[in-house]
T-cell receptor, first 107, second 115 residues
């Protein structure tokens, strides 16, 4: 069983829509990461969270430590946001990855 | 921001040959680097943790004699796929950070195709 679960697995949205991707994990964490992987394979670290909420541009990440749940929100989505979004929990010295959410934003 | 490079970006080799992939942190020192493998339509899988000056730590199911890791300096880790087979064809990615609890910076990845 994967220790990090993401939903949905696939998501298609119209340009401009507000998007939410969810991540749940089963054990306590020191940090949770949200990553973005573009079609070419390159990975960018979007956020590292240990509590609360972080915002960067149109991206917002929240985490609820008690509920072991995190969400990534994209406001005013754009076709260039199309990518795979991966959450990963940092364990003692390694990452445990979710299976990813493939997002397609249609113009 | 911090940059991690990988070389080569793409490699095609014959079955039975060895392939070396380099991961470099360009503007910071990393005592720890991570190596991942990603098969098509699947998520990243951690292969091993590369520790500068000591032996790498391998994940369960990853053969240490097949995937040789050398972390000879604070800015360079290498992964050598020895006696590569077609089933080793995959996307190999490294990451590094100032320390394991900080933001990780990912290399652009290396696509390996073994014929």
């Amino acid at each position: 069983k994967n220790e990090v679960e993401q939903s949905p697995q696939n998501l298609t949205a119209q340009e401009g829509e507000f998007i939410t991707i969810n991540c749940s994990y089963s054990v306590g964490i020191s940090a949770l990461h949200w990553l973005q992987q573009h079609p070419g394979g390159g990975i960018v670290s979007l956020f590292m969270l240990s509590s609360g909420k972080k915002k960067h541009g149109r991206l917002i990440a929240t985490i609820n430590i008690q509920e072991k749940h995190s969400s990534l929100h994209i406001t005013a989505s754009h076709p260039r946001d199309s990518a795979v979004y991966i959450c990963a929990r940092m364990g003692r010295n390694q990452f445990y990855f979710g299976t990813g959410t493939s997002l397609t934003v249609i113009p | 921001g911090a940059v991690v490079s990988q070389h080569p970006s793409r490699v095609i080799c014959k079955s039975g040959t060895s392939v070396k992939i380099e991961c470099r942190s360009l503007d910071f020192q990393a005592t720890t680097m991570f190596w991942y493998r990603q098969f098509p339509k699947q998520s990243l899988m951690l292969m091993a943790t590369s520790n500068e000056g000591s032996k790498a730590t391998y994940e369960q199911g990853v053969e240490k004699d097949k995937f040789l890791i050398n972390h000879a300096s604070l800015t360079l880790s290498t992964l050598t796929v020895t006696s590569a087979h077609p089933e080793d064809s995959s996307f190999y990615i490294c990451s590094a950070g100032l320390n394991v609890q900080e933001t990780q910076y990912f290399g652009p990845g290396t696509r390996l195709l073994v014929l």
